[in-house]
C-alpha cells in the first residue's frame, strides 16, 4: 500500500467529518464559482455612457450579497471539519505509535535508537497532519474548482474551454516530474532529523558523561557533521519543493494568455461561437480560477513531500511486528509459585546461544540465587522468566503451566521487579510508589517506604512524598533510587519476586536491613536474586553458578563450599586480597 | 522570531535579493490585467486583430521573465531558510553543552529534542516563506492600489479600506493564536517526554503491567493536543473566509458605484473589468497573507522557546582569567572548609577538608545519600561549592579551564553509560588521538576480556553489553590516555570481586596515577592510602584501614556489616 493510502486509510475513523467538509467546500467552492458570472453579468448591463441598466445591475448585486455569504460560511465550516480531521488524526497516529512501544518485542525497543523514535512520535506525525491539511484543503476546494470551472467555461464558449483543459495537463505534468524528482531528498531529510534527534537525545542525555571527559567540543564537530548533510539535503529538498509553484505558475501563465488572445479574437471575429466582453471577462476570471488548485497544490507540495517521507517513517513503527497475540491465553488469578525449568536454550542472536540446555525445578517459596561473573547470562535468565525474550526451546512452567500459555501481562503482574538500572517516571515519589499498585493507602506505601529505609531521606525532600522527580529522576542518588525501586516492589505486594542486583548502589548496613524486610516479605514466596555479594544469597535454598551461559554448579552454599569449584573461587576471593 | 536575526547576518545577499525577484515578478503580474484591459479596450472594441495578437503575446514573455527571477528567489529563500536553521541547530547544541546539570535538569531532554527539531523547522519555514510571499503580498496589494488609483481615485478608496479591514482581521488573529501555538509546542515536549520515559522504563513498565496507564497518560496529552490545534484551527479557519467576504463586499460597492460612472461617461466598462480583477488579485494576495500568519504564527512562537534556551546561561562559568601555574608539591586534590547545598535546601556538604596527595590511593565510604557523588561533582565542577575552596594541583578549580581540569581526571560514573559507535569511538572519548596499543592497554588494565575487535558496533547506551561489560568499557575509557587523577564513583557494583580486584590491582601497578575510588563496599578500599567516612554530607573519619577501625565508629559499623571480625 503506498503511503497516501496508508495515511487516508487513517483518516478513515473520521469519515464523516471528511464528507461534511466535501460537501461544504462543493457548496462554498460552487458558490464562490458562480459570482464572476453574476459580475459578468452585471458589466454587461453597463454597454457604455448612457444605457446602464441600474435596474438589472442592482439585481444582481443583491444576487451578488447572497451568494457571498453562502459560499463564505460553509468555507468557514469546510475549514472547521479539515482541522478536526487532521487534529484527530494526528492524535490517533500518535497514540497508536505509542501503543505500539509497548507491544513490539523488548528486543525492538531495546534495538533502536529513542531519540529517533521520539522524533517520529512527535516531528514526524506532525509532519504527517500538516501535510494532510494541506492536501484536503486544497484537493477538496481544488477538484471542486476545476470541475465547476469547466461547466461555467464550456457553458460560455467550449471552443475557448477546451483549449484550457488541453493546456493545464501540462502544469500537473511538470509538478509530477519535480515531485518524483524531490522526494528521495525529503527522504533523506526526515531520515537526518532523526538522527539528529537520536545524536542530542544520547549526548544531552548522558550530558555528565560529555562534561566529565571534556568532549563537548568533539560531540560539537559530531554534530556539526551531520548538522551540515541535513544543510545539504534539506537544501536540496527545499529547492526542489519550491521549484514547483512558479515552474506550474509559468505554465498557467501561458495558459491564461492563450485564452485571452483566443478569446479576443473570438469576440472580435466570432469563429469559435460568440462571446461578449462580458463573457470574456468572466472567462478570463475562470481560466485564473481553473488553474488555481494547480498552482495551490505545488505551492505545498514541500509539505506534502515532508509529510509522505514522514509517514513512511511513522508507518515502519506501526507496521513493525507485535508480540504475538495471547488474548486467548489463560490468566490464572493466583500461582503457589512453582517454576520449572526444562531444557531451556537462549542466544539473542540464535547462532551465538549464551544458554544452552538448562533446567531447573523450583518449589514455592524457595529462594533461587544466581552467582557468576559479569556477563555471564544471569540477566538472561531474568529476561526469560518475565518474557521479555522467548526461549528458543525447551520451556519454562510455572505451577505446572507453560508460560507461553499465560497472558503476558498476567505472568508478570506475579513478579515483583527490582532491576540495577532504577528506573522511576517523572512524578511525585507517591504517584512512583504507587505504580505498581493503585489501590495501596499512603500508610500502606509509607510503611513500605519504612521497610526499604526510603522513608528517612524522602522526608528530607522538600515536598516529602509529593516531592516531583524529575525526568529518569537526576536529583536522586543511585543509590536512593534503588531504594525507591524496592519500595515500589514492596507495595506491589508480588506472589514472587526476582531481585537482580537490586541492592548494588546502597550501602551495606542499608542493604542488611533491607535484605531482612524482604526476607520477612518473601516468606513462603518464590524468588530470584542476582547478586555479586555473595554474603547476601549465603542463605538461598538453592544457589546457581553462572559461567559463559550454562550453570556450571548448583547447591546451597555450604555443598557448593564443600565441592572446592568455581563458587569456592569466587567467595574466597572476597576475602582473601586484604592489602 | 527578532531575536534570532543574528543567524541571519551572512545572509544579507539574499535576503535583499531574494524578495526583491518576488517583488519584480509581482510587477510583471500586474502588468497583465491592464494588458488585457489593453486589448478589449482597442483590439475588441476598435476590432484590431493584430493588436490582439501583438498585445497577447506580451502576457508570455512577462511569464518566462516571471519564471527565471521567481526561480533565483526560491533558491534564495531555500539556501537562506536551510542556512539559517543549521546556524541555529548548531548553535543551540553548542549552548546546551555549556548549560550545567541544574539547568539541563530544569528544560529536560526531550524539550531539548523537540527545540532542536520541530522547533527550528518550524522557524526555517518560516524565514523561506516569508522571503517568498511576504513581499510580494503586500506589494501585489499595493500595487493594485496604485493601479487603482490611476484607473479612478474615487473608487481606489473602496480598495483602501478593503485592505485596510483585510489587514486588521489578519492581525487580530495572528495575535490571538500565538499563545496557542506556544502550548501546542509545549504539549509537543510533553509527548516527547512520556515517549522517552515509557522507552527507556520500557522493561520496568511490562514488569508492572502498566503498559495501560503510560498509554492513558499519553492519550490524555494527545487528545488535549488535539482540542487545542483544532481550537487554534477555529481562529485560522476565519481568515479566508473573512477575507472573500471583505473583497466581494467591495467588488459589490465597485460595480455599484462603478455603473454610475459608466454611464456619466467617466469611466468605460473595461476600466470596471480591470478594477474587479484587482480586486481579485488583491484577495489572492491577502489569502497568500493569511495563510502565512499562520505559520508566522507558529514560527514565532517556536522562535520564543527557542530563545528561551538561548537565554538559559549556565550556573557554572569558565574562568576567563589567564590560569595559574600549578603549585609545586601541592596535594594533587584538597578540600578547603567546603560547604555545598543545591539551592535553599539542607546543606548537601559542611565543614570538608581534607588532602588526597599524588600518587595515592583513597577510598570514600559512606552509606547511601551521604554525599559522595557530590563530592565528586565538586572536584569535576559540575556544581560549584556554596563555600570554602576545591583545589587541584593547589589551583582552585574555579580558575582552571574546563578542558584542563576534566581532561586531567578520567571518571567512570556510576551509571554505566556508552554511546552509539564502536568500541574504538568510546574508548577515544578521553584522548581522541590514541592509538590501538594503548586502548588495548587500557581494556587489559580494566579487565575486558571480551573485545578482540575494537571495530565492535556498541548500541545507544551500550545496550547490547551487559551491566559488568558496560562497567568495565566504562573504565577502560577512563584510563585511556592515563589520566593523573582516575576516580571511580561506585563503580564496581555490577562486577563480582574476583574482577574486581584484578582490576583495582592492574590500575594500582600503574605509575604516576592518583586513585579515588567511591565505593560502598570495604574490601575494595581496604588497602588505601587513606579512606575518608562520609556520613550525611559530614567527613566521620580520615585515616587508613587499621586507623579507621580504631578511632571511627561509623567505618568499623560498616565493615563489621561485610566482613567477618576475623577478616578486620
Not at chain 2, 493584430?50 to 503575446?57: A, E, N, P, T, V
Request: charged fraction near 20%; hydrophobic fraction near 45%; proline fraction near 2%.
Amino acid at each position: 500500500m503506498s503511503i497516501v493510502k496508508k495515511i487516508l486509510h487513517y483518516t478513515r475513523a473520521h469519515s464523516i467529518y471528511i464528507l461534511l467538509s466535501l460537501i461544504c467546500s462543493a457548496i462554498s467552492v460552487g458558490f464562490t464559482l458562480y459570482i464572476p458570472v453574476l459580475i459578468g453579468n452585471a458589466i454587461d448591463y453597463m454597454v457604455k455612457k448612457g444605457a446602464v441598466d441600474f435596474v438589472g445591475i442592482s439585481g444582481i448585486l443583491v444576487q451578488i450579497g447572497i451568494f457571498i455569504i453562502v459560499a463564505v460560511v460553509f468555507q468557514w465550516l469546510a475549514g472547521n471539519f479539515t482541522n478536526i480531521i487532521c487534529a484527530r488524526t494526528v492524535r490517533d497516529m500518535r497514540q497508536d505509535v505509542f501503543k505500539k512501544f509497548n507491544r513490539v518485542p523488548l528486543s525492538d525497543i531495546d534495538s533502536m535508537a529513542h531519540g529517533d523514535l521520539i522524533s517520529r512520535i512527535t516531528n514526524d506525525v506532525e509532519a504527517v497532519g500538516d501535510g494532510l491539511s494541506q492536501v484536503i484543503t486544497q484537493l477538496f476546494s481544488g477538484i471542486v474548482t476545476i470541475v465547476g470551472t469547466l461547466v461555467f467555461m464550456v457553458s460560455i464558449n467550449l471552443w475557448i474551454a477546451l483549449v484550457v483543459v488541453i493546456l493545464t495537463p501540462l502544469s500537473v505534468l511538470v509538478a509530477g516530474i519535480i515531485g518524483k524528482l524531490c522526494a528521495k531528498s525529503f527522504r533523506e531529510q526526515q531520515e537526518l532529523q532523526g538522527e539528529i534527534s537520536s545524536y542530542v537525545e544520547e549526548i544531552v542525555g548522558n550530558q555528565k558523561v560529555v562534561k566529565a571527559f571534556a568532549y563537548e567540543k568533539r560531540s560539537q564537530e559530531e554534530f556539526n557533521e551531520k548538522n551540515k548533510r541535513l544543510f545539504k539535503v534539506g537544501l536540496k529538498a527545499q529547492f526542489a519543493g519550491a521549484l514547483a509553484n512558479p515552474s506550474t505558475r509559468f505554465v498557467n501563465n501561458i495558459v491564461y494568455a492563450v485564452t485571452g488572445i483566443v478569446g479576443a479574437i473570438s469576440v472580435v471575429s466570432t469563429f469559435m461561437g460568440t462571446l461578449t466582453i462580458g463573457g470574456l471577462s468572466c472567462f478570463l476570471t475562470y481560466a485564473n480560477q481553473y488553474t488555481k488548485p494547480f498552482n495551490e497544490v505545488t505551492g505545498v507540495l514541500t509539505q506534502i513531500q515532508t509529510a509522505l517521507a514522514a509517514g513512511d517513517r511513522v508507518f515502519r513503527v506501526l507496521e513493525s511486528e507485535n508480540e504475538p497475540d495471547d488474548s486467548d491465553k489463560s490468566s490464572p488469578e493466583s500461582i503457589k509459585g512453582d517454576i520449572e525449568f526444562k531444557h531451556i536454550a537462549f542466544g539473542y542472536n540464535p547462532e551465538k546461544p549464551i544458554i544452552k540446555d538448562f533446567s531447573l525445578s523450583v518449589k514455592n517459596g524457595q529462594q533461587i540465587a544466581i552467582v557468576g561473573p559479569t556477563g555471564c547470562g544471569k540477566t538472561t535468565l531474568i529476561n526469560l522468566i518475565m518474557r521479555f525474550y522467548e526461549v528458543d526451546s525447551g520451556e519454562i512452567l510455572i505451577d505446572g503451566i507453560n508460560t507461553r500459555d499465560i497472558k503476558r501481562d498476567n505472568l508478570r503482574g506475579f513478579f515483583g521487579m527490582v532491576l540495577q538500572d532504577s528506573w522511576l517516571f517523572s512524578g511525585t515519589i507517591m504517584e512512583n510508589l504507587r505504580y505498581g499498585n493503585p489501590s495501596a493507602s499512603d500508610e500502606e506505601i509509607i510503611e513500605a517506604a519504612k521497610l526499604s529505609y526510603a522513608h528517612s531521606f524522602i522526608r528530607k525532600m522538600p515536598d516529602g512524598y509529593n516531592t516531583k522527580l524529575s525526568e529518569g529522576a537526576s536529583n536522586l542518588s543511585a543509590g536512593q533510587k534503588q531504594l525507591l525501586c524496592i519500595a515500589r516492589a514492596m507495595v506491589l505486594n508480588p506472589p514472587m519476586l526476582i531481585l537482580d542486583e537490586a541492592t548494588s548502589s546502597i550501602d551495606t548496613l542499608t542493604e542488611i536491613r533491607v535484605q531482612k524486610a524482604f526476607k520477612k516479605l518473601m516468606k513462603g514466596r518464590t524468588s530470584f536474586v542476582v547478586a555479586h555479594r555473595l554474603s547476601t544469597v549465603k542463605e538461598s535454598d538453592v544457589i546457581l553458578v553462572m559461567k559463559d551461559g550454562d550453570i556450571i554448579e548448583q547447591g546451597t552454599h555450604n555443598e557448593l563450599l564443600k565441592l572446592k569449584g568455581f563458587y569456592e573461587e569466587l567467595y574466597n576471593s572476597q576475602f582473601s586480597d586484604m592489602g | 522570531m527578532y531575536k534570532l536575526r543574528r543567524f541571519l547576518k551572512d545572509y544579507k545577499l539574499q535576503l535583499i535579493v531574494g524578495p526583491l525577484c518576488k517583488l519584480f515578478e509581482a510587477v510583471l503580474e500586474l502588468f497583465v490585467p491592464l494588458v488585457m484591459a489593453g486589448i478589449i479596450d482597442n483590439g475588441i472594441l476598435k476590432n484590431d486583430k493584430d493588436y490582439i495578437i501583438k498585445m497577447g503575446l506580451v502576457p508570455i514573455l512577462l511569464a518566462a521573465v516571471g519564471l527565471s527571477v521567481a526561480l533565483v528567489c526560491q533558491y534564495m529563500a531555500s539556501y537562506t531558510s536551510q542556512g539559517a536553521g543549521t546556524k541555529i541547530r548548531e548553535a543551540l547544541f553548542k549552548h546546551i553543552g555549556t548549560l550545567s546539570h541544574k539547568e539541563l535538569d530544569e528544560i529536560g531532554t526531550p524539550a531539548l529534542i523537540t527545540r532542536m527539531t520541530s522547533d527550528i523547522n518550524a522557524v526555517q519555514a518560516n524565514i523561506a516563506m516569508t522571503m517568498r510571499l511576504l513581499l510580494r503580498a503586500p506589494f501585489l496589494i499595493i500595487g493594485a492600489l496604485v493601479m487603482s488609483c490611476f484607473i479612478n481615485l474615487w473608487l481606489s478608496l473602496i480598495f483602501f479600506a478593503a485592505s485596510a479591514l483585510i489587514g486588521a482581521v489578519l492581525y487580530l488573529v495572528m495575535t490571538k493564536s500565538l499563545p496557542f501555538y506556544k502550548a501546542v509546542q509545549g504539549k509537543l515536549d510533553k509527548i516527547a517526554l512520556l515517549s522517552r520515559e515509557n522507552l527507556s522504563g520500557n522493561r520496568v513498565i511490562r514488569a508492572f503491567s502498566k503498559q495501560r496507564a503510560q498509554e492513558e497518560a499519553l492519550d490524555k496529552e494527545a487528545e488535549s493536543l488535539a482540542k487545542i490545534s483544532t481550537r487554534v484551527g477555529r481562529l485560522s479557519a476565519l481568515l479566508n473566509p473573512a477575507t472573500y467576504a471583505i473583497a466581494y463586499s467591495a467588488v459589490i460597492l465597485i460595480l455599484y458605484f462603478g455603473a454610475g460612472k459608466v454611464n456619466s461617461g467617466e469611466m468605460l466598462s473595461g476600466d470596471i473589468v480591470a478594477l474587479v480583477s484587482y480586486m481579485t488579485q488583491i484577495l489572492l494576495a491577502m489569502i497568500v497573507l493569511a495563510n502565512l500568519v499562520v505559520l508566522l504564527s507558529r514560527g514565532s512562537a517556536s522562535a520564543s522557546r527557542i530563545n528561551a534556551v538561548f537565554e538559559t546561561k549556565p550556573s557554572v562559568t569558565e574562568s576567563e582569567k589567564p590560569e595559574p601555574a600549578a603549585v609545586k608539591d601541592a596535594p594533587e586534590v584538597e578540600f578547603k572548609d567546603v560547604r555545598f547545598s543545591y539551592g535553599e535546601g539542607d546543606s548537601e556538604l559542611e565543614n570538608i577538608s581534607f588532602k588526597i596527595e599524588k600518587n595515592s590511593f583513597t577510598g570514600i565510604i559512606g552509606p547511601t545519600g551521604s554525599g559522595k557523588t557530590t563530592l565528586l561533582s565538586l572536584i569535576l565542577r559540575y556544581y560549584d561549592a556554596t563555600s570554602g575552596e576545591v583545589k587541584l594541583n593547589g589551583i582552585n578549580v574555579r580558575e582552571l579551564s574546563f578542558g584542563n581540569l576534566r581532561g586531567k581526571i578520567g571518571v567512570v560514573p556510576q551509571k554505566s553509560v556508552l554511546f552509539s559507535g564502536t568500541v574504538r569511538s568510546n574508548m577515544l572519548w578521553q584522548k581522541s588521538d590514541a592509538v590501538d596499543e594503548e586502548i588495548f592497554e587500557a581494556l587489559r588494565i580494566a579487565q575486558v576480556d571480551f573485545i578482540d575487535d575494537l571495530d565492535k558496533y556498541v548500541a545507544q547506551g551500550g545496550a547490547n553489553f551487559s551491566g559488568g561489560q558496560r562497567q568495565r568499557l566504562c573504565i577502560a575509557r577512563a584510563i585511556v590516555g592515563s589520566p593523573e587523577l582516575i576516580i571511580l564513583d561506585d563503580s564496581f557494583s555490577a562486577l563480582d570481586f574476583a574482577t574486581e580486584k584484578a582490576l583495582r590491582n592492574a590500575i594500582l601497578k600503574s605509575k604516576n596515577i592518583t586513585f579515588i575510588v567511591v565505593t560502598q563496599r570495604c574490601s575494595s578500599i581496604m588497602s588505601a592510602d587513606k579512606i575518608l567516612v562520609l556520613e550525611d554530607g559530614k567527613l566521620k573519619g580520615e585515616g587508613t584501614h587499621k586507623e579507621l577501625l580504631k578511632s571511627c565508629d561509623a567505618y568499623r559499623e560498616i565493615c563489621l556489616s561485610q566482613l567477618k571480625e576475623a577478616e578486620l
